[in-house]
């Protein structure tokens, strides 16, 4: 035993822990108890293991804590001369919820199942004190996890608010050089000697390729930013969504003849006077989003469908409901809400890629956050279904979005307008 400890003798101990025992019941626990010392690191409850034994700590120091994985601990409260614990897993006939070790040289008072549960079928006000002081350690439990976390959100929050201003002033100090670049490039282009020489062309559409996709992600890199921060300022006007899709399909001809995919645009008969009052660049760029997402998930051959349909909705009133249907390789369940979160890929971080239409190719993670996030700033709904992920049955997966329409042909209809940032 240490020499600063303090010994209270087993009597005065349960006379302390207990004040509500008479003489003969401190007299049974007396004859029942086995005093044992523990050196430090002893594990003496394990936590998810039935075990028969209470415990009073007579002098020296345990901590009460959980596994949260192979290398961390979460720790629930210390237990030190005159407190116990042991008790719940007895009382209910459960497994341990917590385990148990010494942090230093400790005695403690052990008694057996049947001891104490003869003890408490003895004496009522003794269960109830018991449980009284267990209530309260469940409560002192409950609030420190609380604290825990709103300690940890804040400090994710602080980081992720880091990271958000890192992204703003990395992309903008990017913009200007790549705009530079990227109109020097085009001059080239044009210019005769280059076209004349083909060796030089090649290079040429190599730069002006790249910096054109560095600027892309540039651009998805401030929408991020601008979504996470609630900044998304609309420029709404009367939006044809059959003029917006068609626009797609045609942008993205080269990629499913690159990719030999089947691209099949149902836009129904959809002769309804019904619009949506929309930024159109904003909502070109969501869902142009979800058809790339497609196409990058879908293997060669495969086919994408999309379709455009009008129907009633019970909180939104008549709603345009578009999906994005692949024979792809899914999508498990547990990932069907984290894709739209910012930076969330699925796959290893190695499968990255430049490119954004190879299969499988993995990007940022930027494209679905941005889809939801202007989606859901247009007051609309977007969701994924998919069995599931499978690269040998390739169950595929279909993306549902709901933009609320009106009801009369606007005077502009189909108009809408790139999102290009120069």
Same mark, same amino acid.
């Given at each position: 035993?240490a ?12 006379r302390?822990? !207990?004040?509500?025992?008479?003489? @003969? ?6 004859d ?10 002893t ?16 002098s020296? *120091? ?15 409260r ?5 407190? !116990?614990?042991? @008790? ?19 005695t403690?008072?052990e ?16 269960a109830?004190?018991m449980?009284?002081?267990?209530f309260?350690? $469940? ?5 420190n996890?609380?604290?825990?976390l709103?300690?940890s ?18 992309? $903008?100090?990017?913009?200007?050089p790549?705009t530079?670049m ?7 282009? *044009? ?5 004349g ?16 996709r ?12 601008r ?10 006007s ?21 990719r030999h995919?089947?691209?099949?645009l ?10 949506? @009052? ?12 979800i ?9 060669d ?6 379709t455009?349909?009008?129907?009633? $909705? ?50 940022p993670g930027?494209?679905?956050a ?24 390739f169950p595929?997966s279909?993306?549902?979005i ?11 209809e189909?108009?809408?307008?790139? *999102?290009?940032?120069?």
């Amino acid at each position: 035993m240490a020499a600063n400890q303090i010994v209270i003798e087993p009597e005065e101990l349960l006379r302390r822990a !207990f004040p509500v025992l008479d003489d @003969e019941e401190v007299a049974f626990l007396l004859d029942k108890l086995r005093e044992q010392t523990y050196p430090p690191d002893t594990v003496l409850c394990h936590e998810g293991i039935y075990e028969d034994v209470f415990y009073l700590v007579s002098s020296g *120091m345990t901590v009460i804590y959980k596994r949260l994985n192979d290398d961390e601990d979460l720790v629930l409260r210390y237990c030190g001369a005159g407190e !116990f614990f042991g @008790e719940m897993a007895i009382i209910q006939e459960a497994p341990r919820a917590a385990s148990v070790r010494t942090t230093e040289e400790t005695t403690v008072l052990e008694f057996d199942k049947n001891t104490l549960q003869a003890l408490l079928n003895h004496n009522a006000q003794m269960a109830l004190a018991m449980m009284r002081i267990t209530f309260d350690r $469940h409560r002192s439990n409950d609030q420190n996890t609380i604290n825990n976390l709103r300690h940890s959100y804040e400090t994710l929050e602080k980081l992720d608010r880091a990271k958000l201003d890192f992204i703003e002033v990395t992309a $903008h100090e990017l913009r200007t050089p790549l705009t530079v670049m990227r109109g020097y490039a085009s001059i080239l282009a *044009m210019d005769a000697n280059i076209q004349g020489n083909s060796m030089l062309a090649e290079i040429v559409e190599g730069i002006v390729s790249g910096t054109n996709r560095l600027h892309e992600v540039v651009n998805n890199m401030l929408d991020i930013q601008r979504i996470d921060m609630n900044q998304i300022k609309l420029s709404k006007s009367p939006v044809s969504l059959s003029v917006i899709l068609k626009g797609i399909d045609k942008t993205l001809q080269e990629v499913f003849a690159e990719r030999h995919l089947n691209f099949i645009l149902d836009l129904g008969d959809n002769t309804d006077p019904i619009y949506v @009052e929309a930024d159109s660049g904003l909502l070109h760029k969501a869902i142009q989003q979800i058809v790339l997402n497609a196409v990058k998930y879908t293997p060669d051959n495969g086919t994408i469908k999309v379709t455009l349909r009008y129907e009633e $909705h019970d909180f939104l009133a008549t709603v345009a409901h578009i999906t994005v249907q692949d024979t792809g390789i899914g999508i498990d369940p547990e990932h069907h809400k984290l894709i739209f979160e910012k930076f969330y890929r699925l796959g290893a971080a190695e499968t990255h890629s430049s490119g954004k239409t190879a299969y499988k190719a993995g990007g940022p993670g930027l494209g679905l956050a941005i889809s939801h996030g202007a989606i859901m700033a247009h007051g609309g709904q977007i969701w994924v279904e998919s069995e599931g992920y499978s690269e040998e049955t390739f169950p595929g997966s279909t993306f549902h979005i709901l933009l609320p329409t009106k009801s009369r042909v606007p005077s502009q209809e189909g108009r809408f307008e790139r *999102m290009d940032r120069e």
